[in-house]
């Protein structure tokens, strides 16, 4: 029986906030808000916390998560995935779902699992939502180019497209969740990483950059990620305030 799985990645050393899956909210840490959104998602048949950190591992025990504890070694999050996929050959459908997105919907995770079955041409899953002027130019957020039916062209840091006719193009942000088929998963991490994908920092480009599909969707939905200290005190602030 092929399996949908959602795998969260939780890394202790991020450069911009250290330890961040472990900063509390309402009492309860980053990674056990992501992961109470998970296990909301009905496609799901597993969801997995993936770290390798000591600390991280205990943490999501208390609270009742299934997980594993990975190499230190890993690059990138999908690296780290491949590595718990690895244990499981009866997961033939694999969300990685970022551990700082505290405010991930349900329904969201649900759309990335329905683009992936439902397009044999499709390697990867993603979404996106419409942007208008706020933050463009900040390089935390991921923009994308689509194509007329959805997959995506590029992703980046900058802003995207260049706007030189003012007015025109409409702008997306990137909504920092992949889904993968299993043999998808496993081909792009064996790729080398090329020269985009070591300048934006962004791991998708070496999919784009091999000739991988990746397929999108717009939704309605605006993202809370935790990348600084700033994004933590307003997510703090919304989590409080409710």
């Known amino acids: ?14 450069k911009r906030l250290q330890g961040k899956p472990l900063l509390k909210v309402c009492d309860k ?3 056990q808000w992501v992961w109470e959104r998970a296990i909301q998602v009905a496609s799901a048949d597993m969801v997995i916390i993936a770290t390798d950190n000591q600390e991280i591992y205990d943490c999501a025990k208390s609270f009742g998560a299934h997980v594993e504890m990975t190499s230190e070694h890993h690059k990138c999050g999908s690296d780290r995935i491949v590595e718990v996929a690895e244990k499981f050959p009866d997961i033939s459908y694999i969300i990685n779902l ?21 397009d044999e041409t499709v390697d990867i899953s993603t979404l996106l939502s419409e942007i208008k002027d706020e933050d463009l130019d900040d390089p935390n957020m991921v923009k994308c180019v689509k194509d007329i039916n959805g997959y995506a062209l590029y992703f980046s840091r900058s802003k995207i497209p260049y706007e030189r006719n003012l007015g025109i193009a409409k702008f997306y942000k990137h909504i920092g969740i992949y889904g993968y088929k299993r043999e998808s998963l496993f081909k792009m991490t064996k790729f080398p990483q090329p020269e985009i994908e070591q300048a934006e920092s962004l791991e998708q480009l ?18 809370i990620g935790i990348d600084t200290i700033e994004d933590f005190n307003a997510f703090k602030k919304l989590a409080e305030s409710k």
């Open 98 to 118: 970022q551990g700082d997105e505290p405010m991930i919907n349900t329904d969201c995770v649900e759309a990335v699992i329905r683009l992936l079955k439902e």
């Open 1 to 14: 029986m092929s399996k949908t799985a959602i795998i969260i990645p939780a890394r202790y050393g991020s």
């Open 206 to 223: 070496r999919a784009l950059y091999n000739g991988m599909r990746i397929k999108t969707a717009v939704v309605d939905y605006k993202a």
């Open 29 to 31: 840490p980053i990674i």
